[in-house]
């Protein structure tokens, strides 16, 4: 979606929905992701537990689909040239891959259950943080969906890190599969603490998140016995639209109804 | 031959009093019960498939929340209902076992094919819908863990029905494309349905025993019967039709008159030859084989953390 800019206040109220659209597509994304283990668990109860998050992720996407949507349907109309109104629907489903603005850790394949669970545990740890500091956004309706989301995410983030200790300090062959997970994610990890012309609150912000979470990832690693990687390359252009080719391939399935039948209720 | 253990098991059934897992039952009760459970459970289970299937496609955000809620539910039913069967001193595992090997039985609806999103609405409204026809009357089953699971799988059975007629009533008051796509499901789903209450009384051998041991209240062919009559009137509401062209109302009988089922086809489903039984088997084969080193590393991490 371009948005033409046209003052100072839309100027704000843009790099806000494209804020809000960041944080919903993420959430969407590796919502989708975690949703196809549903019928595929390593164990009925793990089944359902990844299911129920999944399902908070679907339901983060949705609020911040939606209020993206309420703030771009104020905008005059000449300064979007996406369809209007705008609904999260119209925002999850009609919306081509390099609209996206997801971080890449989110769209890539599930993998095996160490690099599932490890990239939820790279995931909520970021969104832990970054949640918490969007409780005292100036935006209550932002404040509001990340006091409720950080809930979940605390949920989350305490499954994850269990997961990652319980392979870590499992048997050989977990600990192994634990390590190839770690070496696959970590090239896209710093990506998250990129900084880019949309993020709110402050960008020195995203310094301190990316220092808790790195104190939070050395220590769920000292406890797992797992080794912290070198440094590496990262790869990073998620949030400007440039994906992975994981991503269109999601759309394409997530988008085929919507796409295949216009404008139809279902 | 009839014992005295016998005599008095029959007379606690025959004044509703519940049998739990410590009470002394017949080993023939005892068999049935857990056959009958697990069968359940592997119902459960493995109907996650066809609608998980479409989870990643679903049209709406909402529809996917609500789908991936359902199939959730789904799990949570399999897992009230392992439990239950484990009370009567099988495991989780070994049950597993029976199902990964074929031994095992599961609902031969779930070995039909989902081919749009209309399918989805079906399976709510036909397949959830007889399910709870079936399932009701197991709320009262005697034996007591059994009866408690049921109890909860319905309530949320009923949720799972309202969404699948919610998903049709859409597609009915939608486009010509839409309309078409809900019909083609209904036809392709009604035959399977009406089988799910299994075959005709005078083949349905282990009823009577089941029924005398009220582990079972109604015939096959009452519930058949009923659920008929419910979806006859209920299609109307839809704005679609029945595949049935002898689907007619008896004033005498009061009911629908409905066509002859074709039993061959489903014994041949039963029988593992429907369109799907393999890539079902194979799913869930697949999963408990990939989960296996993670289940192994669980049961390491816990023993090491007991010791220390
Ligand atoms: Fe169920
Ligand atoms: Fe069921
Ligand atoms: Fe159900």
């Known amino acids: 979606m371009r948005l033409n800019i046209c003052n100072g206040t839309q100027k704000f109220m843009l790099n806000k929905i494209e804020f809000l659209l960041h944080l919903a597509d993420n959430a969407l994304i590796i919502g989708h992701r975690s949703s196809e283990w549903c019928a595929h668990g390593p164990v009925l109860e793990q089944d359902i537990a990844i299911s129920n998050i999944a399902l908070d992720y679907i339901g983060q996407a949705r609020n911040f689909y939606q209020y993206a949507a309420l703030r771009l349907n104020e ?37 095996d259950w160490a690099f599932t669970t490890l990239r939820i545990f790279f995931f909520s740890s970021y969104q832990y943080f970054l949640y918490q500091q969007l409780i005292q956004h100036e935006d209550a309706q932002i404040a509001a969906i990340a006091e409720k989301s950080l809930k979940e995410v605390t949920y989350h983030l305490r499954w994850s890190s269990d997961w990652v200790i319980r392979l870590g300090d499992g ?42 979470w790195n104190e939070k990832i050395k220590n769920v690693f000292e406890e797992a016995g797992l080794p912290l990687p070198e440094k590496s390359i990262q790869h990073k252009g998620g949030t400007q639209g440039f994906h992975t080719e994981h991503l269109p391939i999601i759309l394409t399935e997530m988008q085929l109804l919507q796409r295949a039948y216009p404008n139809c209720e279902w | ?49 066809p609608e998980g299937n479409w989870i990643t496609r679903a049209p709406s955000l909402r529809r996917k929340a609500i789908l991936l809620a359902k199939v959730q539910d789904e799990a949570g039913h399999g897992l009230y209902l392992y439990s239950a069967a484990e009370t009567l001193g099988i495991s989780r595992d070994e049950m597993y076992h029976q199902l990964h090997t074929g031994k095992a039985k599961y609902s031969s609806i779930f070995n039909y094919p989902t081919l749009s999103w209309a399918d989805m609405g079906v399976i709510g409204w036909l ?45 009915g008051k939608g486009s010509e494309a839409q309309r078409k796509m809900a019909q083609d499901a209904i036809n392709r789903w009604w035959w399977p349905s009406i089988m799910m209450f299994g075959p005709k009384d005078d083949e349905s051998p282990n009823s009577i025993q089941s029924m005398k041991w009220k582990i079972k209240r109604f015939s096959n062919d009452e519930l058949r019967q009923k659920f008929i009559d419910v979806c006859a009137e209920q299609v109307k509401v839809l704005g679609f039709t029945l595949p049935d062209k002898d689907l007619k109302w008896n004033e005498t009988r009061k009911h629908y008159d409905f066509g002859e089922i074709n039993w061959d086809e489903f014994w041949q489903v039963i029988q593992g030859n429907g369109p799907c039984n393999k890539e079902r088997l194979e799913a869930r084969k697949k999963a408990w084989t990939d989960g296996e080193w993670v289940r192994d590393a669980a049961t390491a991490y816990a023993a090491k953390n007991k010791a220390a």
């Open chain 2, 127 to 171: 397949v959830d819908g007889a399910a709870i026809m079936n399932q009701v009357p197991l709320c009262r089953s005697s034996y007591g863990p059994y009866a408690r699971a049921m109890v909860r799988v319905c309530k949320e059975e009923s949720f799972h029905q309202r969404q699948g007629f919610d998903i049709l009533y859409t597609l």
């Open chain 1, 75 to 111: 905008l005059p109309p000449e300064s979007s040239v996406f369809n209007l109104p705008a609904t999260e629907d119209t925002l999850a489903y009609l919306r081509d891959a390099n609209d996206f603005k997801n971080h890449l850790i989110t769209e890539l394949p599930n993998g």
């Open chain 2, 1 to 49: 031959m009839q014992n005295q253990q016998d005599v008095l098991f029959q007379n606690k059934v025959d004044k509703e009093i519940r049998i739990e897992p410590k009470d002394w039952m017949p080993e023939k009760y005892r068999q049935t019960l857990i056959r009958q459970i697990s069968q359940h459970a592997h119902s459960e289970i493995i109907g996650m498939l």
């Open chain 1, 171 to 212: 048997t050989t062959e977990s600990y192994q599969r634990m390590n190839t997970a770690i070496n696959a994610l970590w090239p896209y990890t710093q990506e998250l603490f990129q900084e880019n012309n949309f993020l709110q609150p402050a960008k020195n912000i995203l310094a301190q998140i990316q220092i808790d």
